[in-house]
């Protein structure tokens, strides 16, 4: 009687732990703030001129982006934020290659 009350103890904890782990998962948050800030640093990148002088850069991070809207159409949250993450920091290179590549204007010339 003693080992049928300790296993049912046991299989009760058990089920509530797995019950406790389906409900977490299940609840997980949207990523939205990260996926906003993602396409904020793209939409920076491309003002930035991201396009035309980081463009494999830029385009990375486009598709990270893509990658992160579309998870989290499916519900996959925790993955729709680490793709939200690497959207940004991709932008943000992008952004910076692009800076560093344009050309410079020329400074102005004195005039005689």
Do not use: H
């Not at 019950?19 to 949207?30: D, N, W």
């Not at 991201?50 to 893509?66: D, H, I, N, R």
């Not at 996959?76 to 939200?84: E, F, G, L």
Request: overall charge positive; hydrophobic content about 40%.
């Amino acid at each position: 009687m003693k080992l049928e009350k300790k296993r049912m103890t046991w299989l009760l904890a058990l089920t509530c732990l797995i019950t406790g782990f389906a409900l977490f998962t299940a609840c997980a948050k949207p990523p939205i703030r990260e996926v906003q800030s993602a396409e904020a640093a793209v939409e920076r990148a491309r003002q930035g001129e991201a396009p035309a002088y980081a463009p494999e850069t830029f385009k990375s991070a486009e598709q990270m982006l893509a990658q992160a809207q579309g998870e989290m159409k499916k519900k996959k949250y925790k993955p729709a934020k680490k793709s939200a993450l690497n959207a940004r920091l991709l932008a943000d290179r992008a952004y910076d290659e692009a800076q560093k590549n344009k050309p410079k204007p020329e400074e102005a010339k004195p005039e005689k």
